[in-house]
C-alpha cells in the first residue's frame, strides 16, 4: 500500500473511532465516518467496503495500542509498580472516562450484545488484559490466586469507569486508584493465604 493510501485509511479509521466512541458502534453509519473524515462517501467503501471490515480494522487497531501499552508498563521495574501502572492508566484519562466512558469496556459491550465477527475479535482486548495482569501477580508471589486477582482488579478498573461515567464525576476514579494502589502494595507482604475478598 503507497504512503498516500496508507494516510487516507489511517485518516479514515481516526474518523471512524471518534465517531463509534462518541454516538456508538451500532449508530454509526459509513456516512457518519465519511463525514467527520470529511471525504466523499465512496473513498469510504474503496478502504472498507461493510461496516464489519472497518469494525474489524478497527479492533486490530485498538489491540495493537493497548499492547504498546502493556509493553510501555512492562519497563516498570517491580510487578507492583507494573500494576499500579495499569491502575493510573485510569487516572490519566479520567476526563475522557467520565465524559464518555471507557472506549474499549463500551465497546465490546456494545459488540458483544449485537455478536458476529467482529464482537469475537473484540474479546482479544479483555484476554491481553487479563493475561498481563495474571502474570504481575504471579511474578508478585500470589501463585494459584493469580487469575482471580486479575479478574478483580480488572473488574475495579472497568467498573469505576463506568461508575464515574454515569455520576459525571471524575473524583471516584482517583479515589479507587487510590485504594487500588494501596491493596496492590500489600499483596506482596501479605501471607499467602489472603484473597482479593480483602479488598471488599
Known amino acids: 500500500m ?6 487516507s485509511r489511517t485518516r479514515l479509521l481516526q474518523a471512524a473511532e471518534k465517531t463509534t466512541y462518541r ?9 457518519d465516518i465519511a463525514k467527520e473524515a470529511r471525504v466523499p462517501l465512496g473513498n469510504v467503501y474503496y478502504y ?3 461496516k464489519d471490515s472497518i469494525g474489524e480494522a478497527l479492533v486490530a487497531r ?3 495500542r493497548f499492547r504498546k501499552l502493556l509493553e510501555e508498563l512492562g519497563q516498570a521495574e517491580s510487578p507492583a509498580q507494573r500494576l499500579c501502572g495499569f491502575v493510573d492508566v485510569k487516572v490519566r484519562n479520567r476526563a475522557e472516562l467520565t465524559r464518555s466512558g471507557c472506549p474499549v469496556g463500551t465497546w465490546c459491550s456494545e459488540l458483544h450484545k449485537q455478536g458476529g465477527p467482529v464482537a469475537k475479535k473484540s474479546t482479544v482486548l479483555f484476554v491481553d488484559a487479563l493475561r498481563w ?4 501477580f504471579r511474578e508478585l508471589g500470589r501463585g494459584d490466586e493469580a487469575r482471580g486477582l486479575a479478574v478483580h482488579l480488572l473488574s475495579a478498573t472497568q467498573g469505576i469507569s ?3 461515567h454515569t455520576f ?7 479515589m479507587e486508584a487510590k ?3 494501596g491493596w496492590i502494595r500489600s499483596l506482596g507482604s501479605k501471607a499467602e493465604g489472603t484473597s482479593a475478598v480483602e479488598l471488599a
Do not use: M, N, W, Y
Not at 459525571?168 to 482517583?174: G, K
Open 179 to 181: 485504594r487500588l494502589k
Open 62 to 64: 485498538r489491540i495493537a
Open 23 to 31: 454516538k456508538g458502534f451500532g449508530q454509526t453509519t459509513l456516512a
Open 168 to 174: 459525571h464525576d471524575a473524583d471516584l476514579i482517583e
Open 133 to 136: 495482569l495474571e502474570e504481575q
Open 48 to 50: 472498507f467496503p461493510t
Open 2 to 7: 503507497s504512503k498516500t493510501k496508507a494516510d
Open 162 to 164: 463506568v461508575l464515574a
